[in-house]
Nanobody, 120 residues
Framework: QVQLVESGGGLVHPGGSLRLSCAAS????????MAWYRQAPGKQRDLVVL???????KYVDSVEGRFTISRENDKKTVNLQMNSLKPEETAVYFC??????????????WGKGNQVTVRS
């Protein structure tokens, strides 16, 4: 089982920046895909960005150019730099690890969620 612990987040003004981190631990064989999802109030949980086992990155169109995912050398920690944040991006952000995320694969673990609030 993979445990994921998120950190960062909080309150930021529109146009501001936040940085999220996610540290994986537990039973991990090889390198997993890691991703960030978000769920706004009353909405479904949607994939925002992922980084694959070989370092490929995929961003949802709405965050392209503003969000950047990165992976630390140990391959068990990912960071999400979020710039130019918009109020509509207020949501609970969830870290995820798995195989072939977003392409019919499977999930190994989820973080408990980290609140990001964008407002004046």
């Amino acid at each position: 089982q993979v445990q994921l612990v998120e950190s960062g987040g909080g309150l930021v003004h529109p146009g501001g920046s936040l940085r999220l981190s996610c540290a994986a631990s537990g039973v991990i064989f090889g390198i997993l895909d890691m991703a960030w999802y978000r769920q706004a109030p009353g909405k479904q949980r949607d994939l925002v960005v992922l980084i694959t086992d070989i370092g490929g990155e995929k961003y949802v169109d709405s965050v392209e150019g503003r969000f950047t995912i990165s992976r630390e050398n140990d391959k068990k920690t990912v960071n999400l730099q979020m710039n130019s944040l918009k109020p509509e991006e207020t949501a609970v952000y969830f870290c995820n690890a798995g195989v072939n995320i977003g392409y019919g694969g499977y999930h190994e673990g989820w973080g408990k969620g980290n609140q990001v609030t964008v407002r004046s």
